[in-house]
């Protein structure tokens, strides 16, 4: 069974880094084809793909998000940990991790329960 | 970036009505593309991918058609649990969904 959980904070104030940890288990991050991807919705909001890392150490990025993000694995961990940088209002919503399977193209089989980060002063 | 066009916004059905949501991308993406189901106040959930295979787990009532730049999510037969938020997926590059489509059992 493959399970994934966000952990982080809940309130982070303008301008600041936000690190978010995804914990997974049920699958080793070690293959190339196989991935952790970070997925947002603000409230009431559509889904917004942010960024991939694949067990070879790949990265993709959202290019409209490319410049304040990045991503790093612990494949002894498993544990995947998502850094934003110079949150503002719009980035308040939920954060999910999701695992990327073995295969073409890039979908998310599995999520995390998601993590609420409200972004105020 | 490869947008998506979903309709509708939103869609209210009797049980046992077949429903159809629509997805159309803004280029040609193959079979590359997903659906995914999002009950209110849970995660999102995989119905299916690669255009029309079915998520493990998925009842039968859920396909999926498609290829290139148009798509559909069909359910057969609605039932009471199938009240959520529908959300397609490309996959062929730098994910994008598309905005949701809230379907409502009446």
């Known amino acids: 069974q493959i399970t994934l959980k966000e952990a982080g904070p809940t309130l982070v104030k303008p301008t600041q880094t936000l690190t978010l940890t995804c914990t997974f288990s049920?699958?080793?991050?070690?293959?190339?084809?196989?991935?952790v991807g970070w997925i947002r919705q603000p409230p009431g909001g559509a889904l917004e793909w942010l960024i991939l890392?694949?067990?070879?150490?790949?990265?993709r990025y959202s290019p409209s998000l490319n410049s304040r993000l990045s991503i790093t694995k612990d494949t002894s961990k498993n544990h995947v940990v998502l850094t934003m940088t110079d949150l503002g209002p719009m980035d308040t919503g939920t954060y999910y991790c999701?695992?990327?399977?073995?295969?073409?193209?890039?979908?998310?089989?599995?999520w995390g329960q998601g993590t609420l980060v409200n972004v105020s002063s | 970036d490869i947008q998506l066009t979903q309709s509708p916004s939103s869609l209210s059905a009797f049980v046992g009505d077949r429903v159809t949501i629509t997805c159309r991308a803004s280029q040609n993406i193959a079979h590359y593309f997903a659906w995914y189901q999002q009950r209110p106040g849970k995660a999102p959930k995989l119905l299916i991918y690669?255009?029309?295979t079915l998520a493990s787990g998925v009842p039968s009532r859920f396909s999926g058609t498609g290829s290139g730049t148009d798509f559909t999510l069909t359910i057969s037969s609605l039932q009471p649990e199938d009240s959520a938020i529908y959300f397609c997926q490309q996959t062929h590059s730098a994910p994008t969904f598309g905005q949701g489509t809230k379907v409502g059992v009446k």
């Open positions: 890392i694949y067990g070879d150490d790949a990265r």
């Open positions: 690669g255009a029309s």
């Open positions: 999701a695992h990327r399977p073995e295969g073409p193209g890039d979908f998310f089989q599995d």
């Open positions: 049920g699958f080793s991050l070690d293959k190339s084809g196989v991935g």
